[in-house]
């Protein structure tokens, strides 16, 4: 329920839009491709990051048959003009909902959406509903505002609305530039990321006042549920800068969003089992990227959980979330 994917070719946006660092493709004879960041290089891929046919065969080296996909978060681009981010979205969401009309057995598809603009974005996800997409990927921050901003619940009201998942993922690192050394960003500023996110949501009461929003948050949650004990002390020791704006603990909302597998440790995946239960915990990889758990699920299908456990795991909690039938898949 967690992998990423681009289309092979795009616009050069930064051209066509005349400013900013969006992301295009510079392809290679070797079938590599680099992104790149306006006129900076940012990174190079692999052709399993747009070749349908490629992840599909990849995939069944380790018995899995569909993949949830989403945009790169770096493509998100909230920073832009919200009618270019728009166009831009459109243009990634088109893509994902031709590969799931094309591929119904293989591909599920969650969009992206102008977050920086209420109305654009909830005029995306009403297309995005017809489409075929079932949901949307966001960011952990839009433009360093926690998603708890007032300006952020017409959307998440929107997906509700429209029956849409989220899936929450880590991008723009706070404390990004004073920590560059070591990858810190993606082992350190990601975790806190999701973490951040997560806290945000329960304590604006955004769970209680859309109790039918199904989120999911990326990288098995972050940080959050390994200091759950510390953000619970937080709120019962000084209420007064925690509990503004909602009076519940936080540790009650543990089991009422998802979270995917990705811990790359099963001790610390069979902590969050007995915090949140199997029914909240879906199959993440990641896919293709390098910090992500590339062998699908293996050290999970190795471990001494039981089948039950692992079948939620493996599906039944993705179509939960995603409000799906299996019988769609067989």
């Known amino acids: 329920m967690h992998t990423h994917i681009l289309p092979k070719t795009m616009p050069n946006w930064t051209e066509k839009f005349g400013y900013g660092k969006f992301i295009h493709l510079i392809q290679n004879e070797d079938r590599t491709a680099d992104m790149m960041q306006g006129g900076k290089f940012f990174r190079r891929i692999e052709e399993n990051c747009?070749?349908?046919?490629?992840?599909?065969?990849d995939y069944e080296k380790f018995d899995t048959q569909v993949q949830v996909v989403c945009t790169i978060p770096v493509m998100f681009s909230y920073w832009a003009?919200?009618?270019?981010?728009?166009?831009l979205s459109e243009f990634l969401n088109d893509h994902i909902a031709d590969l799931v009309h094309r591929y119904p057995k293989n591909y599920i598809g969650l969009g992206t959406v102008p977050m920086q603009d209420a109305d654009a974005a909830i005029k995306e996800l009403e297309r995005i509903k017809k489409i075929g997409l079932v949901g949307i990927q966001i960011g952990s921050n839009i433009n360093d505002l926690n998603l708890s901003e007032e300006q952020f619940f017409p959307i998440f009201e929107a997906c509700e609305r429209l029956d849409l998942a989220v899936m929450i993922h880590p991008w723009n690192m706070m404390g990004f530039n004073s920590m560059e050394k070591y990858w810190l960003p993606w082992l350190v500023g990601m975790p806190a990321e999701t973490s951040r996110a997560a806290c945000s949501m329960i304590f604006s009461g955004l769970f209680d006042k859309l109790p039918n929003l199904r989120v999911c948050f990326s990288h098995a949650g972050g940080s959050f549920m390994a200091t759950i004990g510390r953000i619970e002390h937080g709120f019962n020791c000084r209420p007064d800068l925690v509990a503004i704006d909602n009076p519940n603990n936080p540790r009650n909302y543990i089991g009422k969003f998802w979270v995917d597998s990705i811990t790359h440790d099963i001790k610390a995946l069979e902590y969050i089992l007995d915090l949140q239960g199997s029914k909240k915990v879906c199959l993440g990889s990641d896919y293709p990227f390098p910090l992500g758990d590339l062998e699908v699920g293996k050290f999970i299908e190795d471990s001494t959980l039981s089948a039950s456990i692992k079948e939620d795991i493996f599906c039944n909690s993705t179509l939960e979330w995603l409000k799906l039938e299996k019988s769609t898949f067989l």
């Open 81 to 87: 003009k919200p009618a270019d981010c728009l166009q």
């Open 50 to 57: 747009w070749d349908e046919n490629l992840r599909i065969k």
